[in-house]
């Protein structure tokens, strides 16, 4: 069984900074590319960042030069460092791993998401 956990949400002041965590664990063979999406009620899950096995990155350009992606291939973890947050940045944020476990399923998988409320 194969699950992504998010971690490190909250509330933040503007332009206060926040840093997102997910984990991926279980009978996992090799974890490929991971990102971040956040979704706002009523709106489409939309795109934040990726990051690649190799540590290549992308970004949608409502967060370049505020956020960064990062992560650790011994733990299959990854990071999303939030600065200079706006309030236009609450949003529930989601995790999401491309995975091949140990029975060669390659799939994708979500976290259950985690809060990021920007507000003073």
């Known amino acids: 069984q194969v699950q992504v956990v998010e971690s490190g949400g909250g509330l933040v002041q503007p332009g206060g900074s926040l840093r997102l965590s997910c984990v991926a664990s279980?009978?996992?063979?090799?974890?490929?590319?991971m990102g971040w999406y956040r979704q706002t009620p009523g709106n489409r899950r939309e795109f934040v960042a990726s990051?690649?096995?190799?540590?290549?990155?992308n970004y949608v350009d409502a967060v370049k030069d505020r956020f960064t992606i990062s992560r650790d291939n011994a733990k299959n973890t990854i990071y999303l460092q939030m600065n200079d947050v706006k309030p236009e940045d609450t949003a529930v944020y989601y995790c999401?791993?491309?995975?091949?476990?140990?029975?060669?399923?390659?799939?994708?998988?979500w976290g259950q998401g985690t809060q990021v409320t920007v507000s003073s």
């Open positions: 279980g009978n996992i063979f090799t974890v490929y590319d």
């Open positions: 999401n791993a491309r995975i091949m476990p140990r029975n060669l399923l390659e799939d994708t998988w």
């Open positions: 990051i690649s096995v190799n540590g290549a990155t």
